[in-house]
């Protein structure tokens, strides 16, 4: 069974929003499963739980198939990645990067600690991000001034 994921690619002045638990050595950005609700529904309960922060949520951008283990636990997931803005965001747009705790009900862990950061395109360059492809997705949306068309893409093996 597919595992439905929906995320938010909130670009602020040539910056993206990128995050990692603090177990993790790669990032992705914000976002989480959707439990019983619409895509858009999750996005904004998954931004109020992470960010603490209410948002605008605009085109869909692209889905990505993808597969990853969180723990022991190997998902299928189909993910949907949404162009976000948030709307009473000022001060952190201002931080270059924060830490929020999220609790974390659904899984082993009772608390979540994420890092955030805001990157431009030559720190995600070198940045580890997951899935692989997003990186590339994200790179394009930081080098061109229109939005490229919406796509369907698969994990890149490897």
């Not at 969180?70 to 709307?87: K, P, R």
């Not at 955030?116 to 990186?135: G, H, R, S, Y």
């Not at 394009?140 to 698969?154: A, D, K, T």
Request: include cysteine; proline fraction near 4%.
């Amino acid at each position: 069974m597919k595992h439905t994921r929906t995320c938010a690619v909130i670009n602020y002045q040539g910056k993206i929003l990128l995050h990692r638990s603090e177990d993790s050595n790669h990032y992705a950005v914000p976002g989480g499963a959707v439990e019983r609700e619409t895509t858009r529904e999750a996005l904004l309960r998954e931004m109020q739980e992470e960010l603490g922060k209410k948002i605008r949520i605009g085109e869909l951008l692209f889905l990505i198939e993808n597969y990853f283990s969180i723990g022991e636990t190997v998902y299928d997931a189909i993910e949907f990645y949404y162009q976000v803005d948030l709307v009473e965001g000022e001060d952190l747009y201002a931080r270059p990067s924060f830490t929020k705790i999220e609790h974390y009900p659904q899984g082993e862990q009772e608390v979540y600690t994420l890092h955030f950061v805001w990157v431009d395109q030559a720190t995600l360059q070198n940045l580890p991000i997951e899935p692989v492809i997003l990186k590339k997705k994200l790179l394009e949306l930081l080098q061109y001034e229109e939005q490229p068309p919406f796509e369907i893409l698969e994990q890149e093996e490897g």
